[in-house]
């Protein structure tokens, strides 16, 4: 248990759905991120908020927008997603963009 | 763009043998951390190391960071079962960005 919750932990849905991965922390950390990971690839990080700013947008198409209505909680928005996003998806926060990360259990993504 | 390099990529060993992972760069690293992660699940984090040449150890494992902050070395002696995982070393450079390895898939048989 790191203290970052993420739900669901399963997803199914097709390309014309609009879906939301949701992320908790009560870690008392200023920064939040959404990372991908997809098989034989690195981790990509997707986006970084820090004291709820977005910081960080990695070339990351729209059809994924992400939301940080406070320190706490983020969320990922899923529309018109394709095969190709299927991967997992993982929050991860720390005190600050420069300390170490803790990462929650991810959202496996499967899109049909 | 940072990039940084595990070895090897697969790894399966009987228990009790020891065993040394890899992590290395061309770049220089202010920090860099080790995760392990087991299937479907987020990568739990290990240890940082930030000093050149730091040694740490956790139990059986032993982490290792070079003198020119650019590698990184996890030596698990008499592995065990439970050490099975997705083992990831993680560089921090000059700004805020961790740079992540594919990393080494170890299997522990009994």
């Known amino acids: 248990e790191t203290g970052v919750t993420q739900t669901p932990r399963h997803l199914v849905m097709g390309m014309t759905n609009k879906k939301s991965l949701k992320c908790e922390q009560h870690l008392g950390h200023n920064a939040m991120y959404w990372y991908k990971q997809s098989a034989k690839k690195p981790l990509e990080l997707m986006f970084v908020y820090s004291l709820e700013e977005r910081v960080e947008n990695n070339s990351v198409p729209s059809r994924f927008s992400p939301e940080c209505p406070n320190s706490s909680h983020l969320f990922l928005h899923l529309h018109t997603l394709q095969p190709e996003d299927s991967a997992l998806y993982l929050c991860?926060?720390?005190?600050?963009?420069?300390?170490?990360?803790?990462f929650g259990q991810g959202t496996r993504l499967t899109v049909v | 763009t940072q990039l940084l390099e595990q070895s090897p990529q697969f790894l399966s060993i009987q228990e009790g043998e020891n065993l040394t992972v890899y992590c290395n760069s061309s770049s220089v690293f202010s920090s860099l951390q080790w995760y392990r992660q087991e299937p479907g699940e987020g990568p739990v984090l290990l240890v940082t190391?930030?000093?050149?040449?730091e040694v740490k150890k956790l139990k059986r494992l032993t982490f290792q960071f070079g003198d020119a902050r650019k590698d990184s070395s996890l030596h698990i002696t008499a592995a065990q079962p439970g050490d099975t995982g997705l083992y990831l070393c993680a560089g921090r450079g000059s700004n805020y960005k961790l740079t992540f390895g594919k990393g080494t898939l170890l299997t522990v048989n009994p």
């Open positions: 190391v930030v000093t050149g040449g």
């Open positions: 991860a926060s720390s005190l600050t963009m420069n300390t170490e990360a803790f």
